[in-house]
């Protein structure tokens, strides 16, 4: 059994900062990718920013130069340093893994989710 436990969430006002954990645990053999997704009330979930295991990452437009995505491999954990944070950036944030169970096992696990709330 795989679970993934984010934290770090909660209420900010305009310009400030947050930073969000995911850590991942169970029966692990390897962990590819990680990523953020967010919904936003009345909006579609939507991809925030991704790294590999390689360290190789992209962020959505929209949070470029604000938004920051890390990983520990060490510690099977996915953060999110959000900076400059906005209004629109309220939504609920979910982290996502991409977990190799064992040998050509591979499965996608989701957090429960983190609420994220700018607000003045």
């Known amino acids: 059994q795989v679970q993934l436990v984010e934290s770090g969430g909660g209420l900010v006002q305009p310009g400030g900062s947050l930073k969000l954990s995911c850590a991942a645990s169970?029966?692990?053999?390897?962990?590819?990718?990680m990523g953020w997704y967010r919904q936003a009330p009345g909006k579609q979930r939507e991809l925030v920013a991704r790294?590999?295991?390689?360290?190789?990452?992209n962020v959505v437009d929209s949070v470029k130069g604000r938004f920051t995505i890390s990983r520990d491999n060490a510690k099977n954990t996915v953060y999110l340093q959000m900076n400059s944070l906005k209004l629109e950036d309220t939504a609920i944030y979910y982290c996502?893994?991409?977990?190799?169970?064992?040998?050509?096992?591979?499965?996608?696990?989701w957090g429960q989710g983190t609420q994220v709330t700018v607000s003045s």
């Open positions: 790294i590999t295991n390689t360290g190789n990452t």
């Open positions: 996502t893994a991409q977990i190799l169970l064992r040998i050509g096992i591979v499965d996608d696990y």
């Open positions: 169970g029966s692990i053999f390897s962990i590819y990718a």
